[in-house]
């Protein structure tokens, strides 16, 4: 079965550092790779995406993720974070299109703490 | 353009009650998925709807279970509520049943008593 680690729980940083929250995943086959966002109380805001393609995907708010197939990672990046990043952030992988359906398959959420 | 919007925000329940949540999709999307998302963890996968259709079902009970309309919106109902099925249900919109992107409602928040 396919799953997606993340592997920090909670990732404390000060203001203007740069971060990197990890995430791999598991499939013998390709997989779509997404981020998302989600601030307290709200839904999920996709951050960015990885469908095909260059491996360096750039997304909203100043985040960047790298796909790299030998080491099944697409760890997030940021240069300089900003108090208002602090939330919690979420990898999800989905199959290609097969058995009729698609899913995301999430990890468990890195809780990105921003300290002045 | 409005994106997906979910009702109730809050709900509370007792045990062993039912409870029936909605959502309806960004205009033009004709695909809809239900989420589960227990505090502290990730959302897990209940079912996607296309075109009126259950396309794909998770790892949940038959006490879940869900239908799509005719304008794409859907309800999410679950029977028999437990104290466990307290948690934030996600629903996420896309335009066709083809793996793109998810688009997220805000959620609505179940509390089970």
């Known amino acids: 079965a396919q799953s997606v680690t993340q592997l920090d729980s909670q990732v404390p940083v000060f203001e203007e550092a740069p971060v990197e929250l990890r995430c791999n995943y598991s499939s013998s086959v390709s997989v779509y790779l997404f981020w998302y966002v989600q601030y307290p109380n709200q839904g999920l805001q996709l951050l960015l995406k990885y469908l095909s393609g260059s491996t360096l995907v750039k997304g909203i708010n100043g985040f960047e993720a790298e796909f790299n197939k030998s080491q099944t990672s697409f760890h997030l990046r940021k240069p300089s974070v900003h108090i208002s990043d602090t939330a919690e952030y979420f990898c999800?992988?989905?199959?290609?299109?097969?058995?009729?359906?698609?899913?995301?398959?999430f990890g468990a959420g890195t809780r990105l703490a921003v300290h002045p | 353009d409005a994106g997906v919007t979910q009702s109730p925000t809050h709900l509370i329940k007792t045990r062993g009650q039912h409870v029936t949540l909605r959502c309806s999709p960004i205009?033009?999307?004709?695909?809809v998925s239900w989420y589960q998302q227990v505090l502290g963890q990730g959302p897990q996968f209940i079912f996607q709807y296309y075109e009126k259709e259950e396309r794909g079902r998770g790892n949940f009970p038959d006490r879940f279970s869900a239908r799509q309309f005719p304008n794409y919106s859907s309800e999410l109902n679950v029977n028999a509520l437990l104290l466990g099925d307290s948690a934030l249900y996600l629903c996420a919109s896309t335009q066709t049943g083809t793996p793109e992107t998810q688009y997220f409602g805000p959620g609505t928040r179940l509390l089970v008593l």
């Open positions: 205009s033009g999307h004709k695909s």
């Open positions: 999800a992988a989905q199959p290609p299109f097969s058995g009729g359906y698609n899913k995301l398959i």
